[in-house]
């Protein structure tokens, strides 16, 4: 690889990392690329060579959370992990995988669902907990048929998904904690 091309993704990179601590910090609307240019120690005119404006730029951070929540949710049905030390009560291998990798992410998703007003992701936590409603709603045993509880629970998971991202201590006790925070809300569902 050539050494300007290593120069170029270093600058890439350098620019990702410092406007994800912008964006985290600040969320989209008072996030300023001059601040991020400063945090990567680059001219803020050199950041339009790499994302064409703070939009792209703001989609290039969220990237590796951006999911097609429906399709995670209907991807793998039961639970099919053999007990693993990453089984969580009643979720699927495939959503599983996801909350791993935005345990990896948590920046990114805690600005995906709490910082990215002004966005096209401003109702992104609204259309997770719609996703959530609709496949505990499939999925249910019983007969309830009060909609409004259903998105009470949709709604109190994600949020319980947010203080596990925002009080983050590990792996291990993230795992700990959702497992114990779906047991206690699927079980009671009837799931």
């Known amino acids: 690889?050539?050494?300007?091309?290593?120069?170029?993704?270093?600058?890439r990179e350098n620019i990702l990392k410092a406007a994800l601590q912008e964006f985290f910090d600040?969320?989209?609307?008072?996030?300023?690329?001059?601040?991020?240019?400063?945090?990567?120690?680059?001219?803020?005119?050199?950041?339009?060579s790499y994302y064409e404006n703070k939009e792209a730029l703001f989609d290039a951070v969220l990237r590796p959370v951006l999911y097609?929540?429906?399709?995670?949710?209907?991807?793998?049905?039961?639970?099919e992990s053999h007990h693993t030390d990453s089984e969580i009560y009643g979720l699927s291998k495939a959503e599983i995988e996801c909350i791993l990798n935005l345990f990896d992410h948590r920046q990114e998703f805690i600005i995906l669902i709490d910082k990215s007003d002004g966005t096209k992701y401003e109702n992104e936590k609204e259309r997770f907990i719609k996703d959530i409603e609709e496949h505990l709603n499939k999925h249910r045993n019983d007969d309830m048929d009060d909609e409004v509880f259903l998105h009470i629970i949709a709604n109190n998971f994600v949020d319980g998904l947010m203080q596990i991202m925002y009080h983050y201590s590990g792996k291990e006790w993230a795992i700990m904690i959702l497992h114990k925070l779906s047991k206690m809300y699927l079980s009671g569902i009837g799931l």
């Open 68 to 79: 097609d929540w429906e399709r995670v949710l209907t991807a793998g049905g039961e639970n």
């Open 1 to 11: 690889m050539e050494v300007a091309q290593v120069l170029k993704e270093e600058i």
């Open 26 to 48: 600040k969320g989209y609307k008072t996030a300023a690329m001059r601040n991020i240019a400063k945090q990567a120690k680059i001219p803020t005119g050199l950041i339009y």
